[in-house]
C-alpha cells in the first residue's frame, strides 16, 4: 500500500515535476515568471506547454481545459482532446504554447452585469502560472484567468490577483522604511476552513427544497438537535469516516493540504480544514475541495450541503478565512514575537490591518453576502453582521500603552496547573480565543469568520488585500522621506489607534447589548441583508480604493454589484417558487387528506357511540383546518409577491422587495407548514423530517 508521501501532489505539474521534466533555462525562466512575476517568453511557454502534454499523456489524460471561476461562483471548463489529424490518416498528441496560455470560451452566457451583450460572444482564458496545474479524471486542468472580448476581468481569480500585487507593492515600500532591501515579494496566505453537512442520498431526493435550493424551506424543530454537544469532536461515524478517508486521498493527489477533519456542532454537520498557501492557490484549492467533497459523497450514497443554512434551528455552515501576510524570505509580517511592544514593524502591520477592517467595514461585509448567508450571520451560531475585531488581552495592553504614552509591563506567563502530576506542564497562552467575533486574531494571522460555506473565498481576500494595501500606502505615503522615522512611526501608530479603536471589542459577539453599543455608540455599520450592503459597493470612497489599487474599473465594480444583487434575487426567486409548489402540490393536500381520515373516524365513533364528545378530534379538525387555509392563503400571497417583482424599475429595488415582502411571506408560510407538521401524522406527510434527515447517516 502507497504512503501518502508516494502519491501526494502525483496529480499536479508541481516544482518537484517541473525541475525534472523542464531544461535547466526553462525552469528557470519560468520560476523567475512564477516568484517575480516577469513576463513569459513564447518559447519558454511552448517548452512547458510539450513537457506538461507528456505528463498528463503519461497519467492518462487525453483532453486538457482552460479552468476558470467565472461570476457564477463555482468553476467552468470546456476540453479539447490532444489530438491533431496527422497525413498518414492516424493522429498525433500536440498541445502548444499558444494553447497553454491561450483559450476562446464563449463568454456570452456567464454573468457580465451588463459588461457584455448576449450575442457577444468571444471572451479569452489566460494561464496563471502562479497555480499549478493538475490532472482531474482524464483531463489536464490549466488554472486561468477569464477575461471578456474588450478585456473586462469576467471572473474572480484576475481581481484577486491584482490586490495580491497591490499589497506587494505598498507592503515592499513599508519594509523599505525598516532597512529590509532584499526582500522581493509579500505574499498573503490563507487557510479556509470549511464546514459542511452530510445527509443520504435518498432524503436528498425525497425533498424538493434540497434539489432545488441546497436548503430546506419546510421543516419542524426535531426532538433533539444540538442541545447535548455531543456532536462536536464526537466520534465519526464509520461511513462518514470512510468519506473522509476518501475525500483525504482525492485532496492529496491534488497537492492540497487537507489537514484536519471533526465532526461540528450540528448533527451531521463536519469540518475540513488545511494548512496555509498563498491565497491564489489556496483559492484554486478550495474550489477544487468543494467540487471534489461533492462528488465522493456521491460514491458513498451521500450528499455534501454546502448552503450556509440548510436545515432551520440548527448551526448553519461556515468558511474561516485564516489571512497572513508574508515575505518571501518567510517572515510572517503578522508574528508579534516574544516582545510586540518592541516590534514597531509588527506593530505597524497590525494598525494598518486595524485601519483597514474600519475604514472598508461594508466592503468586508459586501465580499460575504449572499442569500444563503443571510441567514447565518447574526444567529447565534456565527458572527453578526457587524464587523469587529478581536486581538486579546495582550496586544489590547499593548496598543492602550502605546495610545497613553504609559509604560507596558509585558503579559506574564502563566504556567498551566491541571493537579495530576503526570500530566505535561506547559505555559498558558498569553490571550484566549474568540469564536464571536468576525475578525480574530489568532497568534500569527487574522481570521475572518464571516464567509459563508459555498462562498469562494476570493472576494473575501480581495476586499481584504486591497483595504490594507490602502492602509500600508497612506502609511508609506506620510513615512518616507520623513527626517525623525521613529518619531513619525510612533506617531503614526498612536494615531491609528486612537483614530480607530472603535473597531476593537474583545467580548461577546452574540450579546444584544453589543449590536446597540456597536451601532449607537460606536457607529458601526449593521448591514444584516445583502440588498442592504450590496449597493455600497458603488459608494466614492470605496470605488475609488479599488480603482486607485487597479483591482477593479468603474465598469467591474458596476457589473459585480448587478451580478450579486441579480444572484440574489434569482435564489430567493427559486425558493419562494419552489415553496408555493411543495404547500400546494403537496403539503397543503397532505393535512387535508389527515383532517378528512380524522373527520371520517369521528362520524363513525359517533354512530357507534353517540355519547361520546370527541372533543381531542373536533379540536384538532379545526385546528388542522384552519391551518390548511392559511397554507393556502399564505401560498398565494407569496406567489403574489413573486408576480410583483416583475414591475420592479431596476436591481436595487427588486432586491428591496425581495428583503421587504418576499422573504417575510416566506417565513409566515413557513411557520404555518411548520405547525402543521406537527399535528399530522407521520405517515401523511409528504416529506422527510427533520429527525428524518438529520440522523440518517449511520
Same mark, same amino acid.
Given at each position: 500500500m502507497k504512503s501518502v508521501k508516494d502519491y501526494f501532489g502525483s496529480l499536479v505539474f508541481d516544482d518537484r515535476v517541473m525541475k525534472s521534466v523542464l531544461s535547466a533555462k526553462v525552469y528557470a525562466s519560468l520560476k523567475k515568471t512564477i516568484d517575480e512575476g516577469t513576463a513569459l517568453d513564447i518559447s519558454v511557454a511552448n517548452a512547458v506547454a510539450s513537457a506538461m502534454k507528456d505528463w498528463a499523456i503519461s497519467k492518462g489524460a487525453t483532453h486538457f481545459t482552460h479552468w476558470f471561476q467565472p461570476l457564477t461562483g463555482i468553476t467552468a471548463e470546456k476540453h479539447d482532446s490532444f489530438i491533431s489529424p496527422s497525413p498518414d490518416g492516424g493522429v498525433i498528441m500536440e498541445f502548444s504554447g499558444k494553447e497553454l496560455i491561450k483559450g476562446e470560451p464563449d463568454a456570452s452566457s456567464f454573468p457580465s452585469g451588463g459588461l457584455r451583450a448576449t450575442f457577444e460572444a468571444r471572451g479569452y482564458t489566460a494561464w496563471d502560472p502562479t497555480s499549478y496545474a493538475f490532472i482531474k479524471g482524464k483531463t489536464l486542468c490549466i488554472p486561468t484567468a477569464f477575461c471578456s472580448y474588450g478585456g473586462h476581468a469576467l471572473d474572480? !481569480?484576475?481581481?484577486?490577483?491584482?490586490?495580491?500585487?497591490? #499589497?506587494?507593492?505598498?507592503?515592499?515600500?513599508?519594509?523599505?522604511?525598516?532597512?529590509?532591501?532584499?526582500?522581493?515579494?509579500?505574499?498573503?496566505?490563507?487557510?479556509?476552513?470549511?464546514?459542511? =453537512?452530510?445527509?443520504?442520498?435518498? %432524503?436528498?431526493?425525497? +425533498?424538493?427544497?434540497?434539489?432545488?435550493?441546497?436548503?430546506?424551506? =419546510?421543516g419542524a424543530k426535531p426532538p433533539k438537535g444540538q442541545e447535548m454537544d455531543d456532536h462536536y469532536f464526537g466520534v465519526i461515524k464509520p461511513r462518514v469516516a470512510a468519506y473522509m478517508e476518501e475525500l483525504n486521498e482525492e485532496l492529496w493527489k491534488l497537492g492540497i493540504l487537507a489537514k484536519t477533519e471533526h465532526n461540528e456542532v450540528a448533527p451531521a454537520q463536519h469540518e475540513l480544514a488545511p494548512i496555509y498557501t498563498t491565497t491564489n492557490v489556496a483559492t484554486d484549492h478550495n474550489q477544487l475541495t468543494m467540487e471534489i467533497m461533492q462528488k465522493i459523497a456521491a460514491k458513498h450514497g451521500l450528499v455534501c450541503l454546502l448552503h450556509e443554512k440548510p436545515f432551520a434551528g440548527v448551526n448553519g455552515s461556515g468558511k474561516h478565512n485564516n489571512w497572513s501576510i508574508s515575505t518571501d524570505e518567510g517572515q510572517n509580517l503578522l508574528s508579534p514575537g516574544d516582545t510586540p511592544y518592541e516590534n514597531a514593524q509588527f506593530l505597524l502591520f497590525l494598525c494598518a490591518v486595524i485601519k483597514a477592517v474600519d475604514d472598508y467595514q461594508d466592503l468586508l461585509r459586501i465580499s460575504v453576502a449572499t442569500a444563503g448567508n443571510d441567514h447565518r450571520l447574526g444567529?447565534?451560531?456565527?458572527?453578526?453582521?457587524?464587523?469587529?475585531? =478581536? #486581538?486579546?488581552? $495582550?496586544?489590547?495592553?499593548?496598543? !492602550?500603552?502605546? $495610545?497613553?504614552?504609559?509604560?507596558?509591563?509585558?503579559?506574564?506567563?502563566?504556567? %498551566?496547573?491541571?493537579?495530576?502530576?503526570?500530566?505535561?506542564?506547559?505555559? +498558558?497562552? &498569553? &490571550?484566549?480565543r474568540n469564536r464571536t467575533s468576525p475578525f480574530a486574531f489568532t497568534g500569527n494571522k487574522f481570521e475572518f469568520r464571516m464567509l459563508g460555506s459555498s462562498n469562494s473565498i476570493a472576494c473575501a481576500n480581495i476586499m481584504l488585500n486591497s483595504a490594507v494595501a490602502e492602509s500600508l500606502k497612506i502609511y508609506a505615503d506620510r513615512l518616507e522621506g520623513v527626517e525623525d522615522f521613529e518619531t513619525a512611526l510612533h506617531e503614526m501608530i498612536k494615531k491609528t489607534i486612537k483614530d480607530h479603536k472603535r473597531i476593537i471589542f474583545n467580548g461577546n459577539g452574540y450579546d444584544d447589548a453589543w449590536i446597540k453599543e456597536a451601532t449607537e455608540n460606536r457607529g458601526l455599520l449593521n448591514y444584516r441583508t445583502t440588498a442592504d450592503c450590496m449597493p455600497h459597493l458603488l459608494d466614492k470612497k470605496n470605488a475609488d480604493m479599488l480603482t486607485s489599487h487597479k483591482v477593479f474599473s468603474i465598469s467591474e465594480l458596476n457589473s459585480r454589484c448587478e451580478i450579486m444583487l441579480e444572484n440574489y434575487c434569482k435564489s430567493v426567486t427559486i425558493e419562494a417558487n419552489t415553496m408555493v409548489d411543495m404547500a400546494k402540490t403537496q403539503i397543503a393536500p397532505a393535512v387535508e387528506a389527515f383532517t378528512a381520515d380524522i373527520a371520517k373516524n369521528t362520524v363513525a365513533k359517533r354512530t357507534v357511540s353517540p355519547h361520546i364528545a370527541c372533543e381531542y378530534e373536533?379540536?384538532?379538525?379545526?385546528?388542522? *383546518?384552519?391551518?390548511?387555509?392559511?397554507?393556502?392563503?399564505?401560498?398565494?400571497?407569496?406567489?403574489?409577491?413573486?408576480?410583483?417583482?416583475?414591475?420592479?424599475?431596476?436591481?436595487?429595488?427588486?432586491?428591496?422587495?425581495?428583503?421587504? *415582502?418576499?422573504?417575510?411571506? %416566506?417565513?409566515?408560510?413557513?411557520?404555518?407548514?411548520?405547525?402543521?407538521? &406537527?399535528?399530522?401524522? !407521520? *405517515?401523511?406527510?409528504?416529506?422527510? *423530517?427533520?429527525?428524518?434527515?438529520? =440522523?440518517?447517516?449511520?
Open positions: 474572480k !481569480k484576475t481581481p484577486l490577483l491584482r490586490s495580491i500585487e497591490a #499589497l506587494n507593492k505598498q507592503a515592499l515600500r513599508v519594509l523599505r522604511l525598516f532597512g529590509n532591501k532584499n526582500v522581493k515579494r509579500i505574499v498573503p496566505s490563507v487557510g479556509p476552513e470549511q464546514e459542511y =453537512f452530510l445527509i443520504t442520498k435518498e %432524503m436528498y431526493d425525497a +425533498r424538493p427544497d434540497l434539489r432545488f435550493t441546497g436548503r430546506t424551506l =419546510f444567529a447565534n451560531e456565527a458572527p453578526p453582521a457587524v464587523i469587529s475585531i =478581536f #486581538l486579546g488581552d $495582550e496586544l489590547n495592553a499593548v496598543l !492602550k500603552a502605546i $495610545e497613553t504614552d504609559t509604560p507596558y509591563e509585558g503579559a506574564e506567563k502563566t504556567q %498551566m496547573k491541571l493537579g495530576v502530576d503526570v500530566l505535561p506542564k506547559f505555559n +498558558r497562552d &498569553t &490571550t484566549d373536533t379540536g384538532l379538525i379545526n385546528q388542522l *383546518s384552519g391551518l390548511t387555509d392559511k397554507i393556502e392563503k399564505y401560498a398565494d400571497e407569496l406567489k403574489n409577491a413573486v408576480v410583483a417583482l416583475g414591475n420592479a424599475k431596476d436591481i436595487i429595488e427588486e432586491s428591496e422587495l425581495i428583503r421587504d *415582502s418576499v422573504l417575510p411571506k %416566506m417565513c409566515e408560510l413557513r411557520l404555518t407548514a411548520d405547525t402543521a407538521e &406537527t399535528l399530522t401524522a !407521520k *405517515s401523511y406527510w409528504p416529506y422527510p *423530517s427533520y429527525a428524518d434527515i438529520l =440522523f440518517s447517516v449511520k
